[in-house]
């Protein structure tokens, strides 16, 4: 009863965001969205999560519906046509969890990322960081540097598919050490001031650093591939393109990592987090360019990560709580009881012993 209504809060919250026409002739940007509304939470519910690209088992938590409009320009005539993108987060304690669920065509190009959909995170790092520009530091790109741009900093995750195998793990690698790269998959982990001034984790305009690493990984699926046993590269493109159904993709990160440059976002339990999810998509068989990227909004939106303690939104805690207060009332009726049975054995004995009392006395106790 209680996850139903969970599921109504959502649906009443998803329903309340309506992303609001902010269309700007002028060339001026602006964001009129009523969506900060939107709360993006991400409960604690440990060990259920795998990171293979497939859905099954995020079924019980509850997911955030966006529709997808474009980043520079985001009026609503131009969304997204296959369909909107939900979003669900879920954190074990130690790490955080992500799914992107989009609907879309089955389009998958071997080794050309732009004819392949790819995707995005951006978190806010610096408490000056914007989501419009990307952190929003005015600095051109041959002047920003850590100090220019000081509290500019945004976290950023790219997932292109060109060279992913369906259902297999990328991102940070034993290989690929001292950076944000990913050899294997293009899961990247990079972080940036402005669209201009965005680098790989490790990397800056003075340099390599070799102290940073890729703290990302993730997999991604379409629902039109068969399951079996594991795809390998020789079996690309895997299904047939134009194939209707829904893409899945998957991510997890530590809650913290060892970053000591401003280079990536820092979760903690209990607090809020400013978070955005972007989406590429090869439209008309035509590859995607770098700007041509839809949004879930046109400012940050707030994630939530809810503690294990008993007093968060989640319907996991909640049912904590509820079977708690429940054992409790259950074990004070049984005190009770047992209270109650002592005492009239007590009442009975002493007035068993005291045969000069009127047996009537026992009332007023
Ligand atoms: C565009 O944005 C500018 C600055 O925010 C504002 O002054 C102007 O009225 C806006 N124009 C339209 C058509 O919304
Ligand atoms: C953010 O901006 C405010 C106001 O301009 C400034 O006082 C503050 O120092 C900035 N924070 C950082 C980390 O640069
Ligand atoms: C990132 O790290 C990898 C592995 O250590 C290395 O091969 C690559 O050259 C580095 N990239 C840059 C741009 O330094
Ligand atoms: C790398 O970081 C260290 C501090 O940990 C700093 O002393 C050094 O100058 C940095 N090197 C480069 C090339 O950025
Ligand atoms: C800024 O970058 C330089 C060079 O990479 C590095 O030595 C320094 O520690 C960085 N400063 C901060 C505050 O990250």
């Known amino acids: 009863m209680f996850k139903t209504l969970f599921v109504l809060l959502v649906l009443v919250h998803t329903l309340s965001f309506v992303l609001v026409n902010s269309h700007n002739e002028s060339g001026e ?24 690209g497939h859905p099954d088992d995020w079924q019980q938590i509850a997911g955030f519906e966006f529709s997808l409009l474009p980043a520079l320009d985001p009026h609503e005539d131009d969304a997204y046509k296959g369909g909107k993108m939900n979003v669900k987060a879920v954190h074990d304690g130690k790490d955080v969890f992500f799914l992107l669920q989009v609907d879309g ?82 899961l990247v ?71 000591r440059f401003q280079q990536d976002a820092q979760f903690k339990i209990g607090d809020t987090s400013k978070f955005s999810a972007a989406f590429w998509y090869p439209v008309d068989d035509k590859p995607w360019h770098g700007s041509g990227h839809y949004t879930v909004s046109c400012d940050w939106l707030p994630l939530d ?22 054992d ?4 004070f009726s049984l005190l009770f009881s047992v209270v109650a049975f002592c005492l009239s054995v007590f009442v009975i004995y002493r007035a068993s012993m005291r045969k000069d009392v009127p047996y009537t006395e026992m009332n007023r106790l």
């Open 105 to 186: 065509e089955y389009a998958y190009s071997k080794g050309n990322n732009n004819k392949c959909p790819s995707v995005a995170l951006m978190f806010q790092i610096g408490e000056n960081a914007t989501y419009h520009n990307m952190g929003g530091c005015k600095e051109s790109p041959d002047s920003c540097t850590n100090k220019t741009c000081r509290g500019h900093e945004v976290d950023i995750m790219h997932f292109s598919l060109g060279t992913a195998i369906p259902g297999r793990l990328y991102g940070g690698n034993l290989v690929d050490v001292g950076n944000g790269s990913d050899r294997f998959g293009h």
């Open 189 to 259: 982990d990079v972080y940036s001031w402005s669209p201009h001034c965005r680098y790989l984790d490790g990397l800056g305009p003075s340099g390599a650093n070799n102290t940073a690493q890729n703290d990302w990984k993730g997999a991604w699926w379409h629902s039109s591939l068969s399951v079996h046993s594991g795809f390998v590269d020789e079996d690309s493109p895997y299904a047939s393109n134009g194939k209707k159904g829904t893409y899945y993709f998957e991510f997890s990160r530590p809650l913290r990592t060892m970053d």
């Open 29 to 52: 940007w602006s964001c009129e969205s009523s969506n900060s509304a939107t709360q993006i939470v991400a409960e604690f519910l440990p060990g259920i999560i795998t990171l293979d």
């Open 305 to 326: 990560f809810i503690g294990g303690g008993g007093s968060g939104l989640a319907a996991n805690s909640r049912r904590v709580v509820i079977s708690s207060s429940w």
């Open 328 to 331: 409790a009332a259950v074990a």
